[in-house]
């Protein structure tokens, strides 16, 4: 019914700068948060960044002041622009979207298929 589409990441050095996107489709009635979550090896996965559908951003401490998220409603698509890369942002970034679609009242967390960013020192 939803699928969410990824694209962008990549190779970059510390210090240069990547970006993702991701759009929903299918039958969507209303998008709450959209966001990314990113999952290193190893590690558990965490929230990176997040947008209301007001438009209200929400950030981890560890990229705060330098990843940017967006969000074009009437596309139905979400953004994340990464600067000041490090090697520690090397990991697999995942989209999510909570979406109503037409044949349901509840919203429902939808994820992207994952897409690998990695920082070379």
């Known amino acids: 019914q939803v699928q969410l589409g990824q694209s962008g990441g990549g190779l970059a050095q510390a210090g240069g700068s990547l970006s993702l996107s991701c759009a929903a489709s299918?039958?969507?009635?209303?998008?709450?948060?959209m966001g990314w979550y990113r999952q290193a090896p190893g590690k558990q996965r965490e929230l990176v960044a997040s947008?209301?559908?007001?438009?209200?951003?929400n950030y981890a401490d560890s990229v705060k002041g330098r990843f940017t998220v967006s969000r074009d409603n009437p596309k139905n698509t979400v953004y994340l622009q990464m600067n000041s890369l490090k090697p520690d942002d090397t990991a697999v970034y995942y989209c999510?979207?909570?979406?109503?679609?037409?044949?349901?009242?509840?919203?429902?967390?939808?994820w992207g298929q994952g897409t690998q960013v990695t920082v070379s020192s």
């Open positions: 299918g039958r969507i009635f209303s998008i709450n948060d």
């Open positions: 999510y979207a909570a979406i109503r679609t037409t044949l349901s009242i509840n919203f429902v967390t939808y």
């Open positions: 947008m209301s559908s007001r438009g209200v951003p």
